[in-house]
Structures are given as C-alpha cells and as structure tokens.
C-alpha cells in the first residue's frame, strides 16, 4: 500500500517579482538563499586573491595595511557568516521537507524572514566594509580589544556587528524551521532511525545552531554596548571574557559548516556505490556525540591565553577524533565491495573526506597544548582551518551540488566541464593551502600584511597565489557549467541517479507542494532502493 504526502494546501505561490520577495515555498527561498550565499561567497573569494596578490611577495604592492586588515576581516566574516553557514542551512531547507515526506516547511513565513534577516545583515555588514575603518583589523571574531572604539572608530565596525548579528539571526529562525519539519512532518512509517543520512546531519546541525548562536548574539549586543559608552570589557578580564561569549559560538559554528556536508557526501557515496550506507545506526550515533563533544571544545581556542583548564580541553578535543573515524569508517565500508561510478558528485564526495582528514589531523596538532603555543596565531591555523572549511566542506558542497543539481533544476550539469572543475579546484585548493603549513610552522603570523626578503617567506606565498589563480579558474568553470546546462541542459528526469531516498520519488524539479503522486511505503532509510529491490524479486 502506498503512502500519501500532506495535503497541499489550496492556493499557488505568487510569481514574478512579488513571488521572489513574498513567496513562502521552501524549495525557492533555498534556491534564492543559496544564490545569495553564492554571490557573497565569490565577493569573498575577489578579495582572497587581493590578500595573496599581496602576499605574493615583500612590500605592499596593492593596498596599504589598513586596507589590507579591512580585506582580511570582510574575507573571513563574508565565508563564515554569509556563504558556509546559510549555504549549509540552505541545503537542509530545500531537501529535509523533500525527504521526509512532507508537502512544506513548518513556520514557513519564519522560514522566509530568516532569508531576509541573511540578506539584509549581509548588506549592512558590507556597507560597513565601504567605510573609511570598516572592521579594522577585528577579523571574523570581532576580536577584543581590536574591535573596540578606540582601536576601531566609526560606524564600520558598528555596521559589522549589526550584519553579523542579523545573519546569525536568520539562520536561526532558518534552522529552527528546518528541525521543526524533522520532528513533525515525517512522512507515516519514517521513524527517527528511518531517516536519511543526511537529514540526521540537519538534525544535529540545528541544534547546535540553536544552543549555540544565541552566545554570539549576546558577545555582539554587548560588544555594541561598549563600542557606545558602557564599559563590558574594559578592563584586564575583558579580552577573555569576551573570547568566553565568542568562542561558545564559534568552535560549534564550525561544525554547523560540516556536518550537513558530511551528510551529502554519504548520500553520494552511497548512491554511486549502489550499497546502502554502511553502519547506519553507528554514523546516527557517531553524529549526536560529535554533536555534544563539540560544544565542549570552544576552550581550546584560548590555550594561550592561560585563562581555561588546558588539560580538560585538550582532553575533549582528542575526543572528537572518535566519533569523526566512526563516519569515515562508515564512508570507507560503503565503497567496499560496491559498484562504484565516478561521475563528478562522487569525485567531490570522495576528496572531500580525503582533504578534510589533512584538516582534521592538523587539528589534533593544535588541540594538543604545547603544540598550539608554537602555531598559535600562525600560518599553521590558517592551513588548519581552510582544509577543513575549504579543501572539505567546500568540496563536500560541490559533491551536493552536482548530485541535487538534477533535482533542483530538471536539469544535468555537464560532466565534462564538472571534472574540470573538480580537477582545477582540487590542484589549486593543495597547492594553496598546503604551503601555509610550512609557512606557519616557519613563523609566518596570520593576518599580517608584509614580510621582509629576509624572513624567506616569498617562495612559498607565491606557490599559494598561483594556486589561487587556480581556484579562480576552477570557480570560473563552474558558474560556465551551470550557465550552459540552464540554457540547454539534457532533460534530468525524477531519478537520473538511481538513488535511494524520498526526494527522488518526484518530478524534478518537485511541484510547488512536493509531491502529486503517492510515496512508496518507508521500511528503511533507503526507501527507493527497497522498492526497486522489491521489484527484482517481483
């Protein structure tokens, strides 16, 4: 017997130019989300290569050290706040409700003015870049005593905080809606263990959105209160105390931009392997305590600082590496023995757990107390964290493009011009990111502007500028691909993949209220391949 989606309710989307501001149905306001974050995303990337343009060699060829600080502060704070995070949370948006089952988002007028909040803090934050301080030299922390009045006057920095916080606002009303749909929506016979991979990563990405944002909301509000006359954190106590808010946010904010991608690469894997995903009740496991130990780590940001219990942290940041194996072992038992096809979601999916395990054995480095105090607030942390954020969630992005690409559109993207891409992106993201290691543990600091001909730094900057370039070309072919398959793309087709969960039971892209004919019943979390096994041995 076969199971019906909701009901639709009985009114159409408004279209046009009213439709793209007003319009509720989930599936556009994550497609208009992602196109957002994507064009933030490429303004970022322009002033990446400003920064290694400069770095290509000693003295200031560009911009002067003002400039370059504002530079890095709006990089960083444009990929955290307004690209990996909602891009994360915009892929959740548009498939939790399709895999599940349900015809529409919960809340979804709260779903819509978290995009709203997205865009309009991402605005006001770059209208604080176009002044004349911007974020100074604050980086995407905000960083106390950096982001003060005195060390940056004017209202750029005032702008910034007032961005951030709107953007970390929305994607909170965005994930609140998206677990909401989880608990409540699921289709009859979907239990919690039926869900898919990649929706129990949404469920525990949004959670730590939820008990971990509001931190950053309170360490901005106050920091605005002492830029304006109300001493907070002034005073000896008050660089830690701040770190403390922050640092609460921002360690689990890191996992908000991996987790969703872990779930897009198992899926991939999975169905390019043509197996069920290996040991699904140890990654549902795996996923919740990495969940909880992450929330317990944010200390190991201040090992220097001789403010938090080293041991303790260090201790529970070598935890994480138990549960991040469990979900490798998980990737690695789904390819053996499967027929495995290398199209290009499944090269994204396979070198994004590849790259990230570079990231996140770096990581192990720096968790380690006397190791941190030599890489501390060097090149070493800045390698660390873009091969985790970069060389893996950005790949697993990719791998989630490429493989929802069909379903969203109706269309395939060109194969030829994705392993292009990938190649390109893969070349130039290692011969980017890996000399940072080596300049790191050299002395090179992170966000610093110059180096002297003397500090024989130059050979390996310009290695990572080239590779830059690289990054450049590889995005350029991307935006190309998607460009000529919208304008004559092969037909998709509901299922091009042959893939195993619910969001390819419907017409691609999917109807307005997501499905127009009943679903096959759900036994497991792989409910389109249990059908077609029930078929062969029909």
Request: charged content about 10%.
């Amino acid at each position: 017997m076969s199971l019906l989606s909701p009901l639709s309710p009985p009114f159409d989307e408004p279209r046009g130019t009213v439709g793209a501001v007003i319009g509720t149905d989930h599936k556009a306001v994550a497609r208009r989300l992602v196109a957002v974050s994507f064009g933030f995303f490429l303004a970022g990337g322009i002033l990446a290569l400003l920064m290694r343009a400069e770095l290509a060699a000693p003295g200031m060829q560009i911009t002067s050290r003002n400039g370059y600080d504002q530079m890095f502060t709006m990089h960083g704070s444009t990929m955290i706040y307004l690209f990996v995070t909602p891009v994360a949370i915009a892929m959740g948006t548009y498939l939790v409700p399709l895999q599940v089952g349900a015809a529409e988002i919960v809340a979804p007028r709260v779903n819509l003015t978290g995009f709203w909040l997205v865009v309009f803090g991402g605005a006001t934050m770059w209208l604080g870049f176009l002044t004349r301080n911007g974020g100074g030299s604050a980086a995407w922390t905000a960083e106390y005593p950096q982001s003060d009045a005195v060390n940056t006057p004017g209202q750029g920095m005032d702008l910034w905080i007032a961005g951030a916080w709107l953007a970390a606002l929305g994607v909170m009303l965005l994930a609140g809606c998206v677990l909401a749909t989880i608990v409540a929506r699921r289709v009859p016979g979907m239990t919690m263990l039926r869900l898919p991979i990649f929706t129990w990563t949404m469920v525990v990405t949004c959670l730590m959105v939820l008990t971990a944002f509001p931190a950053l909301l309170l360490a901005l509000g106050l920091l605005m209160l002492d830029r304006h006359g109300i001493d907070i954190f002034k005073g000896a106590s008050g660089p830690a105390d701040y770190q403390y808010l922050f640092w609460f946010y921002g360690h689990p904010v890191v996992y908000v931009m991996f987790f969703p991608f872990v779930g897009a690469a198992l899926e991939v894997i999975a169905t390019f392997s043509g197996r069920r995903p290996f040991g699904y009740k140890g990654v549902v496991i795996s996923l919740l305590v990495f969940a909880a130990l992450s929330m317990s780590v944010w200390g190991h940001h201040m090992f220097t600082t001789g403010q938090v219990a080293n041991g303790y942290y260090a201790l529970t940041s070598h935890l994480l590496a138990i549960p991040a194996g469990l979900e490798y072992v998980t990737a690695v038992g789904t390819l053996i023995g499967g027929a495995i096809v290398f199209r290009t979601p499944m090269l994204f999916a396979i070198a994004f757990f590849l790259q990230f395990l570079i990231g996140g054995l770096s990581g192990v480095y720096v968790g380690s107390p006397p190791l941190d105090y030599h890489a501390h607030d060097s090149y070493v942390v800045v390698a660390h964290f873009h091969y985790t954020l970069f060389a893996g969630s950005v790949f697993g992005l990719f791998a989630g493009a490429y493989y929802w690409f069909p379903k969203v559109t109706g269309v395939m993207l060109r194969e030829g011009l994705g392993k292009l891409h990938f190649w390109l992106l893969t070349i130039g993201t290692n011969v980017t990111f890996l000399p940072m290691f080596f300049l790191g543990y050299d002395g090179m600091p992170r966000r610093v502007a110059d180096y002297t001909a003397a500090d024989g730094w130059q050979g390996l900057n310009t290695t990572a500028t080239v590779g830059a370039g690289i990054i450049a070309l590889a995005m350029l072919v991307f935006v190309v691909n998607v460009a000529v398959s919208l304008v004559a793309g092969r037909p998709a087709g509901p299922d091009p993949w042959r893939a195993q969960t619910l969001e390819w039971a419907t017409a691609s892209p999917p109807p307005r209220f997501n499905f127009d004919t009943p679903l096959p019943p759900v036994r497991s979390a792989q409910p389109l391949l249990d059908l077609r096994e029930l078929e062969a041995i029909a």
